[in-house]
């Protein structure tokens, strides 16, 4: 598994397409070696602003495109992030949105990054492995002074 952490990384064009390079050359490894997962992590850094976040999803996009090489090794793309990008569409692309009204590219934009998040399956998982409603559904009040530690 190859891990490409956001995480305290200043993107950038060349950031970008080194990681992608990177990934070619791991996949003209023999078809044979199996799939060549792929692990995007933390990408909620790099949504604070649009230059990072067009980065973000440039890198996402060139990860997910597909090799007429039979020879080359199959990739499968996970991304986490601990916001959900789709959940919080408006939140994050204020920007993006405010420039839709003086100018028609930035709605192509936008679509393009909807239309690339939109291709994801989503999963969500509670940090500690349980739902965090269990600790209230299943309360026991001689408990208490657990909850406030």
Same mark, same amino acid.
């Given at each position: 598994m190859l891990r490409i952490p956001l995480l305290d990384a200043s993107l950038s064009s060349?950031?970008?397409?080194? /990681?992608?390079? !990177? %990934?070619?050359?791991?996949?003209? &490894?023999? +078809? +044979?070696?199996? &799939?060549?997962? $792929?692990? %995007?992590s933390n990408l909620e850094a790099q949504l604070v602003d649009k230059k990072s976040r067009n980065e973000?999803? /440039?890198l996402i996009e060139?990860?997910?495109g597909r090799s007429l090489d039979k020879d080359e090794?199959?990739?499968?793309? $996970? %991304? &986490?992030s601990a916001i959900d990008p789709i959940a919080h569409f408006d939140e994050l692309f204020?920007?993006? /949105?405010?420039? &839709?009204y003086a100018n028609v590219i930035p709605e192509v934009e936008l679509n393009r990054s909807s239309a690339l998040l939109s291709r994801f399956t989503r999963c969500y998982v509670p940090l500690?492995?349980?739902?965090?409603?269990?600790?209230? !559904?299943?309360?026991?009040?001689?408990r208490w002074p657990e909850s406030v530690c």
């Open positions: 060349w950031w970008v397409d080194d /990681r992608v390079r !990177h %990934v070619k050359e791991l996949k003209k &490894t023999s +078809a +044979a070696d199996g &799939t060549l997962w $792929i692990l %995007v973000a999803f /440039r060139q990860l997910l090794r199959r990739t499968a793309l $996970i %991304v &986490t204020v920007d993006e /949105r405010q420039e &839709t500690d492995g349980q739902s965090a409603w269990n600790s209230w !559904h299943n309360y026991d009040p001689t």
